[in-house]
């Protein structure tokens, strides 16, 4: 497409790292209402200060404890709720930070930075949906918050509410035309609706306004994924991590391309790199594992334990993960050849998983041979086989 | 009804004062400009006597003129009403004279009777003493009745005629009662007859005589009924003749000691006479305590009976007579307060009567000009009667006292308290039930007020040099104006106030509001010259104060000029600071603002006065010049719109617009330009040509000052209204790409898609400016994602691209418009657009480097609408005239495409070998689309010969079976040769593809073998496992073959970085092969997705909240 803007928009995303610094939480393109509130408690007010800064110090464990003490000894601190469950969704525990940002959310519906929080934490829950419910409601208040509306885009399109998605990132774009997110968005928007001439046309604006825009690569990617051309996807995305090395979204698809493509080496090395900016990010972490286990052979056993290891992490903080539980069963069942123990993570996978998961059928015939493995008396049998070959690297 | 003196004099005052000025006004003195007009005379007050003005004005406000000085009527109940009273008075005066004509005649009668007796009867006859009492008693009254008509007789004649008075001739009478007392000594009545000669002989001027009656009463009839009488006579003949007050006393004394046998009147009088005595004979206290007494003696219920309306008048005027005495006495000595004689009340036991005495001691004080303690008598009253019925006057009495000794500032003060507590509203008025009183409070505070600040201003002008008193009295009429400015009579004292604030104290600005307020209440009463003139006058002086004090605060500039000359200071006009000159500006502007609201109201009155456009033109020129333009053109615009045809008219309008365009105030030019069109002064075709071409103006340079201001929806706005408006301006093209410009950053699609088309449509279009316009809608457009608008616009350029549109034809970008529809349509699924698109940038440009990817475009374009046919005619086409290398490549490898997908196996395998063919002989010039177009055709190659090869089946005829496996063999050899050959060009993905399908062919060659049915000649196991056997022995081999070229494919391709669907199915089809080395990849939950996990937003900081306690 000819005559594009040679204006280059550097979109400033305010997605510093939770843990790298403070702020007042002052919506970027959008003036907060200010509300009177009630004088805060000293006290409160108190904890609330050694709670962040543990959370700089990296203890986030006791800055989640003092942010608790904070907003239980005054209830109208929303930036300590706030902040608590920011560090709630970085350790991981998502429904445990949905409820601090909901209550956070509920006592200042202007602050952009805890409607984009919330949204965030119910996106990564799955529940777009709620997640598109609650944004939007925030964007109609505030029609110009066009971060919080891009936002909505990706939010509407993941909740399958497409041809929404397009209006709302076409309402971004007349706001911020050529904005590179917004192209992107609005990209994958049509190719979620199979429109992927669109699609192109779009990514490649966006790619064009900006070409440093990791979100404009990711799309180009996808849409090179689509269209068959794994090679040139992953090159895009191989960009995008490049263009913002925190854009864990590439990184992972990297890392998904990588396994399927049986380099599990380098697949480590992304998923390595997800859990190094979001240290608690789950699917990087089963995405982790595979790519070990993919490395384990007889002369390289540590690498199923250290897979094990992560993958039982991955089940004691959220021991509904049927991914880890599933995964963890194959390497108990296949590589370390102790079917007896994974025998209960099958059947906790089979009662967690949907009915109609795909997998269910497998895990199911794991299980049979775990049980006929298994002597009455509970012993696991020994094993008949030694552990198979690893590929070669 | 009188009219009151005061109020006599202010109209007199008024007459005089209106004819005064009408004589120097009349000669049509006007203000003529700011600064150079001369007022009306000040109105003078003193035409009558300040002081008697004010002392009468009071009492007469106060109400005591009529009745309370004079104390309260004597008849208690009922009163017939005046209306009918008049009705009866000649029946009840016929019937007064019937009943005394009557009684007269009857008197008469009972005389000759009597007198018949005594004459004819013994004078030893029992009776006779009698007779004789009874005959001196009607000669007694009969000789009254001949002097009373004997003195009105001698009253009516003239002074210097009336000779001597005539006297009292009681003679028969005292004879008849001497002769009694003479002959009848047993008589038992003689105490009777000696009261009564007594008496008589009191009257008749004889004390002696009288005197010893009473003697011979007390002596000879100690128990007489008249005892008392007699002790009562004789002290009176003492007190009257001697003044021996102690010899007086004792008989008082004596009168007194029968306190409960005799009237309440005589007890009452003895009492008082007694309390004289006492302060005669200097025992102040005493006297003062038997004054008191006198209340308690004449009280309604005091005596031990009931007593007639005569009697209850003398004791109502006896205790009139001790309340005087009382205060009086009291008030002898300086020393004393209201507030000590309510004491000595409290310590006698007289407190009820304390608001009775204080009031008269307070009226005393003022008559003996003690105002001070007249004043405090007047606070003890509200003190301890704070709601009485008379509450508000008294506070009247307050102020008038202090107005008595000039303390201006608690006359006013006064009046506050005054106007706060006690009118209509305030908290005295709600503890009273008579709303009448109340009412009339209210309007005597209304109108002592406005009387005494009448008569303090008439004062000061006759002190002249007390700028004091003026103060004090325009102070008064401000607080006057506090309450009652909504009075009828509100308006003179706004005129009176502002006379003050004009000629006295300078005050210009205040003047000028009291006058414009006056001028507004006056009543527009017709023919009523001297209101009109007092109108005339209020405005008239209005203006002139307006202007000094414009002059006043002329010095500080408006920093909101943009240009202009520097004012002139004309006066003091504040401090240097930017917070001085700021104040002194806003001062100005309100000045001059009410300066045009007096001139408006000056206008309303007198519209036809010749000299008003000229007036309000030099106005606003000194507005104007002094830098204070808002303030010029406002009244510049009065001076339009209430006089268009005049010449001034004309003048302001240029003003006005020039006054906008120093404060680069476009919107108004535009606005004002607008309306000066409509003017007659402005009629003139050059005029109107000079308005349109200033509205043009002005509109353009809104959009600038908007856009500038960051405002884009108004610059947008404002420029498509300058375009649509003057489309035979010169700047009204680039109005419309400004419009778009404007738009776009302003984010409102409407907007942009109008002036889009207004750039675009016949006025524009033939514009230079057009073409740029459009190509900046559709760009912008484009980047909103909206595509349809975009190739819209795009579409529109390209029709507008021809000779008629040079500026189209020419302009640089509208090839680009032209490709742009072509991508737009194609990528929004409009085949058809696109394709229409296409064949006219084919037709266009038909030598542009763009043509081979429109033709491809059109190509996906008749593809994806379902026409392979046209599709490949269109890239036969094509290939007949480009000439680039690397596009025939791409062009041959979709038309093999197209043929394959056609069924024409011919045509593909020809457009294939000629690609093969051009990519070898160019080999290192070929770009990457031209290699990999190369790879790509050879590929599709080898996907013929797999698909040769996937056509053989191994089962079937047996008899053929080995050349069905020999030409299978050969085909596999020839597949793996030109995929080698694939692999050769070097391209990633095709070579990825190409090494999977030789794994592949190897793959399901070995597969194929393996499954095919053994020939029905095998019948049992061993032959079966025979024949198994032979196969094995070719299928291993390919199955090794297939391992080989899987596992060095994927290896190759890690190597190389490929990580394509075919490494994937290569290492798929390793974990198929060899589970044991390559184990299948069987975890779950990762997927390519498109939107990931977002780092968190940072955390906030403590809030800047102010901290409880804790």
Known sequence: LKGRSKTVLVLVLTVTAACGGARTGTPAEHPSVVTRSAPANPAATAKMAQGIQSAKEGKLELATVLLRDAVTSDGNLWQARYDLGVILANRGDLAGAEDELARASAASPDNQDVAMALAEVRGRRGEYGTAAKGIGEFVAAHPSATAARTLYVGALRESGQIDESIAQATEVLVRKPGDPTALAELSLAHLAKGEKDAAALLAKQAVDANPNAAVAHRATGLLDLANGDDAAAFAEFRKAAQADPRDTTSRSNMGVVLLRAGACVLAEAQYREILRILPDDQEAQVGLAAALRGQGDAQHPQKYDEARAVLERVVDLDPHDTSALFNLGVLYADFLKRPAQSAPLFKRFLEEAASDQPLRSDAERYLSAANAATIPNGHPRLPSTQPGATEQK | MRRPLLARAVIAWLTFAVASHAASSGSGQRPAAAGEIVPAAERVLEATGWREHRTRATDKNLGVDESTSAGRPSTLGPKIPDAMRADLKPMLDARVATDLGQAKALRGEAIDLLERFIDEAPASSRDMPEALVRLGELEWELAREDFTRRFQVWDKQPVDQRGPAPELDERRARALFGRVLRDYPSFDQTDLALYVDGFLAYEQGNEEEAVDRFERILHDYPTSRFTADAHMAKAESIFNASYDY???????????????????????????????????????????????????????????????????????????????????????????????????????????????????????????????????????????????????????????????????????????????????????????????????????????????????????????????????????????????????????????????????????????????????????????????????????????????????????????????????????????????????????????????????????????????????????????????????????????????????????????????????????????????????????????????????????????????????????????????????????????????????????????????????????????????????????????????????????????????????????????????????????????????????????????????????????????????????????????????????????????????????????????????RLGKQHGHDLDAGGKTAVAHARYMQGERVVASFDRIQIQGDVKQLKARLKQKTQLLKSAAKVFLDCVGFGVAEWTTAALYQIGRMYETFAKALRESPPPPEIHNDDQRADYQSQVEEFAVPMEERSLDAYENGWKKAIDLGIYNEWTAKMREALGRLNTEIYPPFRETGFEIRSEGPMAMPALMDVPDRPGAAP
Not at chain 2, 302 to 328: F, H, I, M, N, W
Not at chain 2, 376 to 385: S, T
Not at chain 2, 407 to 428: C, K, L, M, N, S
Request: proline share 4%; aromatic share 10%; glycine share 6%.
């Open chain 2, 246 to 916: 102690s010899a007086a006393l004792t008989e008082y004394e004596k009168v007194l000691a029968f306190k409960d046998r005799i009237d309440p009147s005589l007890y009452g009088l003895a009492l008082f006479k007694s309390a004289w005595c006492y302060w005669r004979l200097g025992h102040n206290e005493e006297a003062t305590k038997r004054f008191v007494g006198v209340f308690a003696a004449t009280e309604a219920n005091a005596g031990p009976r009931p007593v007639g309306a005569s009697e209850r008048r003398q004791l109502d005027e006896l205790q009139t007579e001790a309340l005087k005495y009382v205060v009086q006495v009291f008030s002898e000595d300086e020393k004393n307060t209201a507030h000590d004689l309510y004491l000595f009340l409290s310590k006698i036991g007289g407190q009820r009567f304390s608001g009775k005495i204080v009031r008269a001691l307070a009226q005393q004080f003022y008559d003996q000009a003690h105002y001070e303690r007249g004043i405090e008598a007047y606070e003890l009253l509200l003190d301890l009667e704070p709601t009485s019925p008379e509450a508000g006057r008294w506070v009247l009495q307050i102020a008038s006292g202090y107005d008595a000794v000039e303390d201006w500032p608690h006359v006013r003060a006064t009046f506050e308290r005054a106007i706060a507590q006690y009118t209509t509203g305030g908290p005295w008025s709600r503890t009273q039930a008579d709303t009448a009183n109340v009412a009339a409070t209210t309007a005597s505070i209304e109108r002592s007020l406005r009387d005494e600040a009448t008569s303090l201003h008439a004062k000061a002008q006759h002190d002249k040099t007390s700028i004091a008193e003026f103060s004090g009295a325009a102070a008064m009429y401000d607080t006057y104006l506090s309450k009652f400015a909504r009075e009828p009579k509100a308006y003179q004292v706004h005129f009176d106030l502002a006379e003050i604030d004009f000629f006295r104290l300078d005050h210009n600005l205040d003047a000028a509001t009291h006058y414009v307020a006056a001028a507004r209440a006056i009543p527009s009463r017709e023919g009523d010259p001297a209101l009109a003139t007092m109108r005339h006058d209020a405005l008239y002086n209005a203006l002139v104060a307006l202007s000094r004090a414009m002059q006043s605060h002329a010095a500080i500039p408006n920093q909101s000029a943009a240009t202009g000359a520097a004012p002139v200071s004309m006066g003091s006009g504040g401090g240097d600071s930017a917070a001085d000159r700021n104040a002194g500006r806003e001062a100005f502007a309100r000045i001059s603002d009410a300066y045009a609201e007096a001139l408006d109201l000056y206008a309303q009155f007198y519209p036809h006065d010749p000299e008003l456009p000229a007036m309000f033109y030099r106005q606003g020129r000194y507005d104007f010049d002094n830098g204070h333009y808002d303030a010029a053109v406002k009244i510049w615009g009065m001076l339009v719109e209430k006089f268009p045809s005049s010449a001034p008219a004309r003048d302001a309008g240029d003003s006005i617009l020039e006054s906008f365009n120093r404060a680069q105030n476009y919107e108004n030019i535009e606005t004002w330009a607008r309306r000066l069109k409509a003017l007659p002064a402005f009629g003139a075709p050059k005029a109107q040509e000079r308005l349109d071409a200033l509205i043009v103006v002005a509109v353009f340079k809104q959009g600038e000052q908007k856009a500038q201001a960051g405002d884009h929806a108004a610059a947008a706005a404002a420029y498509l209204h300058a375009a649509s408006e003057f489309p035979g301006d010169a700047r009204a093209a680039q109005a419309c790409v400004n419009a778009e410009q404007e738009a776009k950053a302003a984010g409102d699609v409407r907007m942009l898609r109008e002036a889009a088309q207004l750039a675009m449509g016949a006025r524009y279009a033939g514009r230079p400016e057009s073409p740029v316009g459009a190509w900046i809608a559709t760009t912008t457009f484009q980047a909103m994602g909206l595509f349809a608008s975009a190739a819209d616009v795009a579409e529109s350029m390209t029709a507008l691209g021809d000779r008629q549109h040079p500026n189209y034809e020419k302009f640089e970008h509208e090839k680009d418009a032209a490709y742009n529809a072509v991508v737009l349509r194609e990528a929004m699924g409009e085949h058809a657009r696109a394709l229409a698109d296409g064949a006219k940038f084919v037709a266009t440009y038909s030598s542009a480097p763009e043509v081979d990817e429109v033709v491809f475009q059109m190509g996906r374009a008749q593809q994806d609408a379902g026409h392979p046919g046209d599709a490949a005619e269109l890239y036969r086409r094509f290939l007949s005239r480009t000439r680039s290398v690397d596009h025939r490549l791409q062009g041959l490898v979709l038309l093999a495409q197209v043929s394959l997908k056609l069924g024409d196996e011919h045509r593909a395998e020809n457009a294939l070998e000629e690609a093969i």
